[in-house]
């Protein structure tokens, strides 16, 4: 499974190369959030499948990296082929690519 850096995950997202999954818990997501992400909270993943486009390359999200990468795994067992994590999560992309979004 791939890792992406904050900023090669957002310069994707920018170019609409990738949809990103945000799956942190609800609290987290108002928060902070990146605009345009899906969010699925981890829990929600194993029934929402349908939710999630398997037509498009996905960069999971969480909070610092480690339920993405979780979650990431899972879809690629269940058939997802285009799948990377965001290394570092919505931590790294506030500290590298956007410094005005909150950071918790």
Not at 29 to 39: C, R
Not at 65 to 92: P, Y
Request: proline letters at 6%; a negative charge; aromatic letters at 4%.
């Amino acid at each position: 499974m791939r890792e992406l850096s904050a900023s090669e995950a957002a310069t994707l997202h920018a170019q609409s190369s990738v949809r990103l999954l945000d799956v942190r818990e609800p609290w987290e997501h108002e928060l902070v959030h990146v605009a345009g992400a899906l969010h699925i909270p981890m829990g929600e993943i194993p029934a929402r499948l349908a939710d999630i486009p398997a037509d498009q390359p996905l960069v999971v999200m969480c909070h610092h990296g480690m339920r993405s990468m979780q979650v990431a795994h899972f879809l690629l067992a269940n058939g997802f082929k285009d799948v990377a994590n965001l290394d570092g999560g919505i931590d790294a992309w506030a500290a590298v690519v956007d410094p005005a979004l909150a950071r918790y």
